[in-house]
């Protein structure tokens, strides 16, 4: 089967205090967070790097250093440590950026805007992208047991250069008023309706924000967050909003059912979730 997309590049934004898991977030950013002997945001990667992709920009807060920036380069000092002690056989554990993968950083400035297409737009404009990206959140991962890749199933669900698509995750019917809700025909997206009554709902399945974005539609992205002020007591700057921009332009988003199971570990239980999954999982 010929492959229609290629995507190299990836957007994840991990900005941000992590304030629902205070107060260990004061010390260790949210997407450093452990499942089981790695962060959290290394399962975000390794996805990507399985859909083979090779640059990842990584979108960072404000702070004198980046833990991030730190697990994925070098520490010559602990490096040395463990050759001295006759441990070099846990040398290669250090090795924690894939090779052939580059690590992109972009600073996230805490200037009273917010919101899911803000990191976006400024990894977009900061590296000069315009071509379709994968985007990922790097506080949350869908496990695959068997070591698949959900990102390479959603590049592959798109049939043309010119689409976009968004996984979907089925939950239990009386949960959906907690999330945005996809309103899904012919396996395309056409809307999301946020935190709907159980009634209301238009489906079961929920936007848990891992996309494939065509050039257009992160072109679309930049220019929302670009054409609005929105200061701290206003708005956020939310990511389906392009989206809906997108789709009532007549652009194709494709909605992939996810396949794996999704972790999330932005909340103390979602967390302990994902621990127990994974480390199950050995």
């Known amino acids: 089967m010929m492959k229609i997309m290629s995507i190299t590049k990836a957007i994840i934004p991990i900005a941000g205090w ?9 010390v260790i950013e949210k997407s450093m967070l452990p499942i089981g002997n790695r962060p959290i945001v290394d399962y975000v990667v390794e996805d990507c790097v399985k859909a083979g992709i090779k640059d990842i920009y990584l979108v960072i807060g404000e702070g ?3 833990q991030v920036k730190a697990y994925y380069g070098e520490n010559l000092v602990l490096e040395k440590y463990l050759e001295e002690r006759g441990k070099g056989d846990r040398i290669e554990l250090m090795k ?3 090779k052939g993968v580059n690590f992109h950083y972009v600073v996230q400035k805490d ?11 400024i990894a977009a404009e900061e590296f000069g992208i315009d071509e379709a990206v994968a985007v990922l959140m790097g506080d949350d991962f869908i496990w695959e047991a068997e070591g698949g890749s959900e990102m390479a ?10 689409e976009s698509a968004i996984v979907g995750a089925t939950i239990a019917r009386e949960d959906v008023s907690k999330y ?3 309103e899904v025909v012919e396996g395309k997206l056409a809307g999301i309706v946020e935190k709907p009554s159980v009634e209301e709902a238009p489906s079961s399945m929920i936007n848990i924000s891992k996309y494939v974005m065509s050039a257009e539609m992160l072109r679309m992205v930049v220019d929302y967050v670009k054409g609005n002020d929105f200061g701290p007591k206003d708005q956020e700057y939310m990511i389906t909003d392009p989206i809906f921009d997108y789709i009532r332009a007549g652009n194709v988003m494709r909605v992939l059912p996810m396949t ?16 127990n999954v994974v480390c199950g999982s050995y």
Request: glycine share 14%; hydrophobic share 35%; proline share 5%.
């Open 18 to 26: 992590g304030t629902r898991r205070l107060p260990i977030t004061k």
């Open 64 to 66: 004198e250093c980046s």
């Open 96 to 98: 924690t950026a894939p």
């Open 111 to 121: 200037d009273g805007r917010y919101g899911t297409a803000l990191p976006v737009a």
């Open 153 to 162: 199933n959603l590049i592959a669900s798109v049939e043309s250069e010119d």
């Open 180 to 182: 945005g809700v996809l």
């Open 260 to 275: 794996g199971r999704y972790l999330d570990g932005g909340s103390l239980e979602g967390w302990l979730e994902a621990n």
